[in-house]
């Protein structure tokens, strides 16, 4: 999560706020285990990383478009 929130900035993107990125790790970890049940599956851990990119997807959409100065 941190290291896609760093790769986001230095592309020049918008740095989300904190909250917004503990609350998406808490989220998609929590759906996470429990969609991956305790025999994982290819089927149930590759929906689990599709969900949590789609969490992540929308963490950084949803921050805010840096202004640049004139």
Not at 29 to 36: D, F, K, N, S
């Amino acid at each position: 999560m941190f290291v896609a929130a760093l790769s986001h900035v230095v592309a020049g993107g918008a740095a989300p706020r904190p909250v917004r990125i503990a609350l998406a790790l808490a989220f998609s970890g929590m759906v996470t285990v429990a969609w991956a049940g305790k025999a994982l599956s290819l089927l149930r851990s590759s929906v689990s990383v599709a969900f949590s990119q789609i969490v992540l997807h929308v963490v950084f959409w949803l921050a805010p478009v840096p202004r640049h100065r004139s």
